[in-house]
């Protein structure tokens, strides 16, 4: 079973950073994406960013230029540094591995931009 755990979420104001880590517990050896996700309170999930093994990187227009999404292939982990946070940007963001027509979530980790 593949599992994802996410860590890095918390409070911070805007301007600020944080930086997000998703460790997948197994090693996946063949063609996948890996990306990030969020949604606002009354709001459908939204992508964020997405990275392929390959290294192939896409992002929502709202956050280029402030995010970077970046991933270990050994470590079997993805991150995603937020600089020049906004309150808009609060939400819950989740960590999908995409791979064999199969989608895997993480739990969810807070992040709350608030002076």
């Known amino acids: 079973q593949v599992q994802l755990v996410e860590s890095g979420g918390g409070l911070v104001q805007p301007g600020g950073s944080l930086r997000l880590s998703c460790a997948v517990s197994a090693s996946i050896f063949s063609s996948n994406i890996m990306g990030w996700y969020r949604q606002a309170p009354g709001k459908q999930r939204e992508l964020v960013a997405t990275?392929?093994?390959?290294?192939?990187?896409n992002y929502t227009d709202s956050v280029k230029g402030r995010f970077t999404i970046s991933r270990h292939n050994v470590k079997n982990t993805v991150y995603l540094q937020m600089n020049s946070l906004k309150p808009e940007d609060t939400a819950v963001y989740y960590c999908?591995?995409?791979?064999?027509?199969?989608?895997?979530w993480g739990q969810g980790t807070q992040v709350t931009v608030s002076s």
């Open positions: 999908n591995l995409h791979f064999n027509l199969l989608d895997y």
């Open positions: 990275i392929t093994n390959n290294g192939i990187i």
